[in-house]
């Protein structure tokens, strides 16, 4: 949600150079962190004693806590005040991010960046408010392109960025690097935003907030920890189920009749753009987060690739993005968005039916171009979504519009991430099998090793079996995407085209 800043008074000027470049500096170490630890997951999960699919973690818990802290902006604003509000944000991201680096267990790290994820999520909502009110509305427009770029180059970097220091230093440094750029841009908020008073009697829905917050995190955890505790069968995933279940219950049940109070307003849902373009960002932030974090482990595990190789041939997606952004952003004015939809998910669609076609052996190309043009297809998808979700939304409902379509994005995020891992985890379990089942005596092809063969030749075997196992289980998440892509683009036929494009909701949601 958004916070507002008052003007500075005449007698105090606001330097607004120096201030841009601190909140900008924040802005981009919470998006750097969205990608920058993907490439380094193989080498935690060594460090850490982890399996594959305890590793994500690390993914998802940062996604998940800001998913459910950034509705808390818009009220902590005005009850602590922007200014107090953006320094606690920032000391703490970056104390969380040394604890980060600090990490000797799974726990630590997972309890470290959820604390990042709680911290972080006010930073990129803030920087676009705060950017907007220092500004005159003449140069809104260049604040807004400058805040763009920060938000863009974030996811951009990170995996380049990513891979290079843990390559060069080892992965905690993927971490610690935000220690000194946290503590500038610390200093430059503290020394150039004005102070602005807070609003003490600010009112908050607590019991919708904690009721949906225990019901995505029974639910997250429950999704994390499934396939390890053979799902159902564990007391803990059953206790899991039960909660998320009471606790939805419990928000519906107060989200329609608690009426204005409500931390959720159901007339959201009435708006058909609205919930259909939910739906589509759900989908979108399952796919694209989905995708980079299988693809790291893929490249180093299977095929043997260098971190800092993998970093480089992972970052041009994110250049894709950007240029669709940047153009798409042009051609609303020409073009019916929904038709930019359309092709946005069907570029994408294509890259991951390519990706469906990967082998073990790899060249670089063939990881780059897919990259970018799924890249380029969600960034197409990005701006024209934003437009017709908020384009018949009434101007009373946008900012809590805003937080909940950030909000689902991030729950399809951090959703999208467990499932394929589940899938991954699972289908190569059922493809060893398979393979397994023709070593036997009957097939030519192995008799000389089952006969004759050394220890050595068996487990030379075994670990082919294994690496195509894995390959295979790895197709099988693209293709899952790749159909769940396919099948959400008739949902098109649901949007009605819009009168006008709503620009400040179209950079907010599209890009925060």
Not at 474 to 488: E, H, I, P
Request: glycine share 8%.
């Amino acid at each position: 949600m958004s916070a507002e800043v008052s003007p500075a008074s005449p007698t105090a000027p606001i330097n607004r150079p120096m201030l841009t470049i601190a909140i900008m500096l924040a802005t981009v170490i919470q998006t750097l962190d969205s990608t920058i630890a993907n490439v380094a997951l193989p080498h935690m999960q060594g460090s850490l004693s982890a399996s594959q699919d305890e590793i994500t973690w690390v993914l998802t818990s940062y996604i998940i806590a800001a998913a459910i802290a950034t509705p808390l902006t818009g009220w902590l604003s005005e009850r602590l005040s922007v200014k107090r509000l953006l320094v606690i944000s920032i000391a703490g991201f970056t104390l969380a991010s040394a604890f980060c680096g600090l990490s000797e267990t799974l726990a630590q790290i997972v309890a470290s960046r959820l604390l990042q994820g709680i911290f972080g999520a006010s930073l990129v909502p803030l920087s676009q408010s705060i950017l907007l009110d220092i500004n005159p509305r003449e140069k809104q427009g260049q604040a807004m392109a400058v805040w763009g770029m920060g938000v863009m180059v974030g996811p951009i970097l990170g995996p380049t960025l990513g891979g290079w220091l843990t390559d060069s230093y080892n992965w905690r440094w993927v971490f610690f690097i935000n220690v000194p750029i946290g503590a500038i841009a610390l200093f430059g908020v503290f020394t150039f935003l004005p102070a602005k008073a807070a609003k003490l009697g600010a009112k908050f829905d607590l019991f919708g907030f904690v009721t949906l917050g225990l019901a995505i995190g029974a639910f997250q955890a429950l999704l994390d920890r499934g396939e390890q505790l053979d799902w159902f069968g564990s007391i803990e995933i059953r206790i899991e189920a039960l909660l998320a279940a009471i606790s939805f219950a419990f928000f519906l049940v107060h989200t329609a009749t608690a009426g204005a109070r409500s931390f959720f307003k159901y007339e959201l849902l009435k708006d058909p753009n609205f919930a259909t373009g939910v739906c589509f960002i759900f989908v979108i932030g399952a796919v694209m987060y989905a995708t980079r974090a299988l693809l790291p482990p893929m490249l180093q595990n299977l095929m043997g690739y260098p971190v800092a190789t993998t970093g480089l041939v992972t970052a041009p997606s994110g250049v894709g993005t950007m240029v669709a952004m940047l153009f798409a952003g042009r051609m609303l004015k020409y073009t019916d968005a929904r038709l930019m939809l359309v092709c946005g998910f069907l570029i994408s669609a294509f890259s991951l039916w390519q990706m469906m076609q990967y082998t073990i052996v790899l060249s670089p190309a063939d990881i780059v171009w897919p990259g970018v043009i799924q890249g380029f297809g969600l960034g197409l998808v990005f701006v024209p979504l934003s437009a017709l979700s908020f384009s018949t939304l009434k101007p009373a409902l946008r900012a809590d519009g805003t937080a909940i379509y950030s909000l689902l994005r991030n729950l399809g995020s951090s959703m999208g991430i467990s499932i394929v891992q589940t899938y991954f985890t699972r289908g190569t379990q059922v493809a060893h099998a398979d393979l397994a089942a023709n070593v036997n005596v009957f097939n030519p092809v192995v008799q000389p090793l089952l006969g004759n063969g050394s220890s050595y030749d068996l487990a030379v075997l075994d670990q082919s079996i294994t690496q195509q196992a894995s390959m295979i289980a790895y197709l099988n998440d693209f293709k899952l995407m790749f159909v769940a892509t396919l099948l959400v683009i008739p949902l098109v036929l649901l949007i009605r085209p819009p009168k006008h494009v709503p620009t400040d909701a179209v950079a907010h949601a599209a890009m925060d």
